[in-house]
């Protein structure tokens, strides 16, 4: 007998399954997954403007920074801006999605591609971010490989106001509303990467970005 | 892993005399504690949210065959190859296979219970594929001659900060240093070399999602990132318990996981992953597989155990119980620690090799008041107890004390003539100090502490008198 057989054997014969409460188990499993029922939330501002200042305050509190600007032909300045302040030389990988920005024209040298080890900076765009917890979510594609946002040292993700919303419930029915199925790699990044690991002593940069930096596009 | 369980007693007397250990047990204590406590203010109605999560883990397993055959369904509808282990055994022969297939020389691992409980780097290495630890702590104890972890999320809670200075110092080749984001950094060195040179990833797996097919994996580090995006085979390995129904129990779960975990909103990253690298993409795995694994947890469903198997693994039981901040978690001698272990542990390696554990708690209920999935902890340790002395595991002279205790009980006559004369027995054995330093019967119980000693009457006096006084 094979180690499934043996396994869902022994589980079926735990709970006493027969074909009649199969059915009826099946006819349970398939209207959960047809409702899609949500838990409790905590209560969220529901105007946009009240919105982006949760997703602000938040991220703020996970060790991100915030930059706000009117509209995305600003963002290669922002960033290079950003760059120039921290002494970082003016030289990034990007998402081919945002290889369009006049990057070139703020004095920035980028490369539309996946990150490699070296890269020091990398530039993402995000599916949308969400205000309750000050999350970005990030889906992966050839457009918009996850590595960028992991493999630099800084993570510079330019933010649409407009894709702002309350939770991850919201972000979950947009990605269905908008893509269908899941991309390969759904990830949501809240600040730079850490760990406690020696002594409980909290560490940015451990193997993930020590900084990211959210450039919100069209609030302004 | 080779259980330890049962020298439960001797491990805590060790624990106990180890300077280092209770210092850094001392330091971790109040943290994870105080943390949880502003993290879960933030959620309006924390109980509703708690049974919620509780609803969502029996749901799936009062039907768990129906759910992992959903599992199956939609994860290999994406890609993925989804095998099954009955014991650690399997495990390590199914990833060596797999390793072996895919010519894979290197593993880097992010954290998984699992292969902890199958002792897979130990097969890994003898098939001749180098495992490398990438979680922090997990790597520490690597480096330290493959020590067990003291801790689910924070595996060397137990560990000083020079003692990870000696071992970076000896290990790396490198000056001793003990200034934390510096160790920290030249770990962060060491292991990019791996994840670059690594061809497959293991990981385990925080909840699976029936609906679509995927896993969802929890980490702060970002190591689970890593151990995902770049090697060209990925194995998840976890538990059959595992499965949640959607994409929006995994939005309330995540509400409690990392609250009651380390006292954050949300862990810095969460990734869900669903199926092989598509067409195009620069990054992510060619070959995605799914070990689900027994190891015992069948067993559990359907009994009076049941309840254990919505664990999400969140250490909070572990963060809140005195018996585990007191000894720290290798002296429960197996894979999981504090009151979470204590149950866990004689379920999957069997009662008779963990006779103590039932016994390393207090029964206060911390443990149940913080769980986020509101397992009745103290009420299964209690049922493991009862199932120990049903299945004659307690020793003769403790099952004989107690039928004799409840002979007497049961004539009140006897039991107050008993308890009257046991009072003032202690009494005597505290000679006017307060307290017991020595139970001539039962001399465990002031191993670690002293008995305090009674004052006064008995209850029974004193109601008796209350009665007669009015
Ligand atoms: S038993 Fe509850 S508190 Fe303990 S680890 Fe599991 S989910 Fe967390």
Redesign the pocket.
Known sequence: MSSRDDILGRVRARLNRTPENAAAGRASLEATLAERAQGPRPALPTQKSALTERLVEKSLGYSSSVDRIGSYAEAPAAVARYLAGLNLPPRAVVWPQLAHLDWAGAGLAVEARGARDRDLVGITGCFCAIAETGTLMLCGGPESPASVSLLPETHIALVPASRIVAGMEEAFALARAELGALPRAVNFISGPSRTGDIEQTIVLGAHGPYRVHLILIGDK | MESRAHRFKQNAVDSLANPVLQASMKKAKGKFVDKRAIAIKEIDDFEATREAAKRIRNQVIENLDLWLEKFEQTATARGAKVLWAKDGAEICRLVVEIGKQHGVKKAVKSKSMLSEEAGLNLALAAAGIQPVETDLGEYILQINDNEPPSH?IAPVVHKSLDEVADLFHKTHHTPRKTDIPQLTREAREVLREHFLTAEMGISGGNFLIAETGSVALVTNEGNGRMVTTLPRVHVVVTGIEKVIPTLEDLATLMRLLPR??TGQSISNYVSVLTGTKAEGESDGPEHLYFILVDNGRAEVVGSEFQD?L?????????NHCPVYQTIGGQAYGWVYP???GS?LTPLYTGLENALDLPHAATLCNQ?GV????K?P?PELLRKLREKQVERHLRPWFERLAFRLWAWVASRPALYGLGTRFAVRYLEWLADGKGSISRLGLAPEWTQGRNFPAPEGKTFRELYAQRGRNG
């Open positions: 689910i009651s975990a254990m919505r664990c999400i693994r969140c250490g909070a039981c572990m504090g009151p979470m149950v443990c913080v769980c986020p999935v397992i902890l």
